[in-house]
């Protein structure tokens, strides 16, 4: 104890301590028997599982009284279930991963800005850890779950992973990054999550001896951090905000059942902006069929803008046949004879997958 170990060796017997706050009730309220307020461990775990206790301890602020109840461990839950969900899209996703990799200064810039965004976030949970700060390292990596790989990365390359042809460099690339986006990610969480992600660790790499928890932290390459590219494409991805969210009226609206039915034009003056979307297929980023780029001083009154960003964004709907394979809306669908119903990047797809004998 602390008064013994004082007495006796005239120190405390640990060089840091952690306290933490009361745990109470969902409502704020001390727990008790006579108001039926009480949860138990071991009912938590029998109904959701020993990860998603885990996940609620993580998930509080410590140094505060921490409240617990069936509202807070079912949002814990669903959490889990959209985080469980991204790996494992990474783990049916690198099923197809061959170990083949591509030098980074081959790779596209979407990818070297994904392993600069890794590479970042590195930086912030080892920091967090050292600090125990669990619940920083929580909300870091589901909000990078949620918002920069399944709404962002996720979303944009899942054509390029499944239409691109199989020596596509942007679909090679694509897998490696997820690859390392992967383990990185992984053994991240796994102090967290424990069982979730030594089962998806041993998933993608079984074998008797290997477990996630004999992982340490990656060192990630220095070179993957890019400041220039990372400030080209915080301005790319806001303006796909705005883009984003004027296709989302369309399909609230019914106008449009999916984006890839959509060729928004969008109205842009703004140098930087115009400057950093330069040279990108802003119709594959903007997951649409079509993309079309006028100046903001053309702009019809009832375009769709966003109050942070000069930009305005009126949609419309693509021109052409539905691609059979990828169903984006394409003029040149229909070009190919031996392939009338699909797009000419789908037509080469097909013969090379045909050629290395394989289904398409």
Known sequence: SLLESCGTRGRAPYDEVITHGFTMAEDGRKMSKSLNNQVFPQK????YGADILRLWVASCDYADDQRIGPEILKSNAEAYRKLRNTVRWM??????????????????????????????LSVSVRAAYDDYEFKKVWQVLFNFATVDLSAFYFDIRKDALYCDPISSVRRKAALQVIDRIFRAFVTWLAPLLPFTMEEAWLDRFPGEGNSVHLELFPDLPAEWRDDAVAARWEKVRRVRRVVTGALEIERRDKRIGSSLEAAPVLYLSDEALL???????????????????????????????????????????????????????LPEVGSDPEYPDISLRDAAAMRERAAAGLDG
């Open 275 to 329: 400057s950093a979307i330069e040279g990108l297929d802003m119709a594959d980023i903007s997951i649409t069929s079509g993309f079309d780029v006028k100046p903001l001083a053309e702009a019809p009154t009832d375009a769709f803008r966003l109050p942070d960003v000069v930009a305005a964004v009126s949609p419309a709907l693509a021109e052409g046949r539905k691609c059979a394979r990828s169903w984006k809306i």
């Open 44 to 47: 938590v775990i029998e109904q």
């Open 91 to 120: 783990l049916g996703t690198l099923a197809h991963y061959d170990g083949e990799d591509v030098p980074l200064a081959e790779m596209p810039e979407l990818e070297r800005y994904m392993l600069d965004r890794l590479s970042r």
